[in-house]
């Protein structure tokens, strides 16, 4: 028998395409504290079966820990509960308050006469301390900034991303690493994994207050939820050497015309009472001339 079983798997592995009798999502990674739903689509004539969720590394003695009546009613035990829906054929098996030791594999299972199908789910409970950063970046324009995101070292090979947020989960990425510690350089932003830091660095060259806005340090988890933590950044404008620029340039401007005014007013009058002077000047020495000449020619 499990023999069979044995050689049944590996065949089923080895057969591409198969189509098992129920599919589940693998491996599911899920935060602490949280609710965590796993789906497992079975085949159309089994809808009114029971559908049961079994822990236990190994299929053939896994504990059943909860199971439906083969109707769509939720059946709830402690904080896992299973909810089968014949419309969609499909049951979710949710658990409440995730914790670190419901770790493990498990497996979705529907109950027959014979051998029971099933598919193996294996759940990873991950704190959302898995990823720190700082909160809040601030920066000048024009200048630069550089965000230092660090992980647990679990996650060194994965992706790692810097995005844009949308919403808090919806957050397409605009830089990505490939895993490796290769530096990606793409529209003024750098992103860089170290791996013997367990880091990775984002930086924004040349910023503009379009830059302003939150975005997430992102890690990617094939099969799972992104592991992603807010930082805002804000960019600041800095007006006090800008406008103490253009206050010297209006100084130096007004003192400029003053000075034209000055001279293109000042210089005419200045130049009228010069020739007035002489004038004056001249005429009374004719005068004089006037009234001594004839003396001396008498
Ligand atoms: C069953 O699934 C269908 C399609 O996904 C959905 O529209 C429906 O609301 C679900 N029914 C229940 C009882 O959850
Ligand atoms: C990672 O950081 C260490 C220490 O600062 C440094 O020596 C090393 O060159 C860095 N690695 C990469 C790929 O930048
Ligand atoms: C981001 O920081 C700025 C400046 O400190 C603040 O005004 C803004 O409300 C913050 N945004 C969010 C979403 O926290």
Excluded at 96 to 117: F, H, K, M, N, Q
Excluded at 215 to 236: E, F, H, I, K, R
């Amino acid at each position: 028998m499990l023999l069979l079983h044995l050689t049944g798997s590996i065949c089923i592995s080895l057969l591409p395409g198969f189509t098992s009798a129920v599919k589940g999502p693998g491996t599911v990674h899920g935060f602490v504290g949280r609710s965590l739903p796993v789906m497992c689509h079975y085949d159309k004539s089994y809808q009114t079966y029971y559908k049961y969720w079994c822990k236990g590394y190994d299929w053939l003695s896994c504990t059943v820990v909860v199971k439906t009546r083969g109707l769509e009613a939720e059946v709830k035990a402690g904080r896992t509960s299973v909810k089968d829906n014949h419309t969609c054929s499909c049951f979710t098996v949710t658990l409440e308050d995730l914790r670190e030791e419901d770790a493990g594999v498990y497996w979705c299972g529907i109950e027959t006469s014979g051998s029971d199908p099933n598919t193996q789910v294996t759940i990873v409970p991950e704190s959302s301390s898995d990823l720190t950063d700082p909160k809040a970046v601030e920066a000048t324009v024009g200048s630069s900034v550089s965000v230092e995101c660090s992980y647990d070292q679990r996650y060194q090979q994965n992706i790692k991303y810097w995005c844009r947020r949308i919403s808090e989960r919806n957050c397409p990425p605009g830089i990505s690493t490939t895993g490796s510690e290769r530096p990606v350089i793409k529209n003024g932003v750098s992103i860089q994994d170290n791996h013997s830091l367990n880091h990775f660095t984002v930086t924004m060259d040349d910023l503009t207050t379009s830059h302003s806005g939150m975005y997430s340090c992102a890690v990617s988890q094939p099969g799972g939820l992104d592991l992603m933590t807010p930082v805002n950044v804000t960019v600041l404008v800095t007006d006090v050497p800008d406008s103490r620029d253009r206050g010297g340039f209006f100084q130096n401007y007004q003192i400029y015309v003053t000075f034209l005014v000055l001279i293109c007013m000042k210089m005419p009058i200045f130049l009228t009472m010069v020739l007035a002077i002489t004038w004056m000047h001249r005429r009374n020495r004719q005068h004089s001339d006037e009234v001594t000449t004839p003396e001396t020619q008498s």
